[in-house]
Each structure stands twice: as C-alpha cells, then as structure tokens.
C-alpha cells in the first residue's frame, strides 16, 4: 500500500525556518521523481518545488526560488524540504506528492501526480 507521511511543519515568526520531511513507502522510492505543493485557505493548490527520481534535477516556484530546498535521501526513502527566510504568505498546507510513472521527467502539474500525503500545517506570523 503507497504511503506518504509529512512531518516538520508549525508556527515560526517571518524570516524563520523549517525543514518538512516525507517518508514513502509502498513502492521502490529512488524511481520517481517527489514533488511538494500546498494549499491556502480560499487557494487552488499550488506547486513549490519538485526533484527527479536521481536527485540531479531540482524545480522551484518562482515564489520560493531562492529560500526554499528539495532534496531527497533515497536510502531513507525520504524527501525533504528546507524552507528558509519564511514569509507570511508562505502559510498554507503543504503536501508531499509521488508520480508513479517509472523514472519519468519530473512534472510540475498537480493533477499528474498519483500519492499524496495527509499535509502539514505551516503558519508563519508577522
């Protein structure tokens, strides 16, 4: 059964830190690429950042290029994402997302990713 459990979100003042991780199971975890989205109260969802299923190719939302990073550790069947200088607009849910397409090119489209996690709650004050 395919699993994604997200852990690491909470409340941080703007301009703070936090490092999300998602831990897979269910399928051999080095073969697809990993993706992270999140929602807002009242938003479509919306894509942040994603990694090919070797690592080697990263993919950001112009919003979070530069304070945002993806990487993953396949030995741990975890992908993470560090999120630095935080904003308040940076609130929202934030899911874990695996394509099931056998080491494909990553995508940065929603709807073509297959598992998803439950979300964790990130809120960041002013």
């Known amino acids: 059964q395919v699993q994604l459990v997200e852990s690491g979100g909470g409340l941080v003042q703007a301009g703070g830190s936090l490092r999300l991780s998602c831990i897979a199971s269910?399928?051999?975890?080095?073969?697809?690429?990993m993706g992270w989205f999140r929602q807002a109260p009242g938003k479509e969802r919306e894509f942040v950042a994603a990694?090919?299923?070797?690592?080697?190719?990263?993919y950001y939302a112009d919003s979070v290029k530069g304070r945002f990073i993806i990487s993953r550790d396949n030995a741990k069947n975890t992908v993470y994402l560090q999120m630095n200088s935080l904003k308040p607009q940076d609130t929202a849910v934030y899911y874990c997302?695996?394509?099931?397409?056998?080491?494909?090119?990553?995508?940065?489209?929603?709807?073509?990713?297959?598992?998803w996690g439950q979300g964790t709650q990130v809120t960041v004050s002013s």
């Open positions: 997302a695996r394509d099931r397409r056998y080491r494909r090119e990553v995508t940065l489209t929603a709807y073509e990713y297959d598992d």
């Open positions: 269910g399928r051999t975890f080095s073969d697809y690429v």
């Open positions: 990694i090919s299923w070797s690592g080697a190719n990263k």
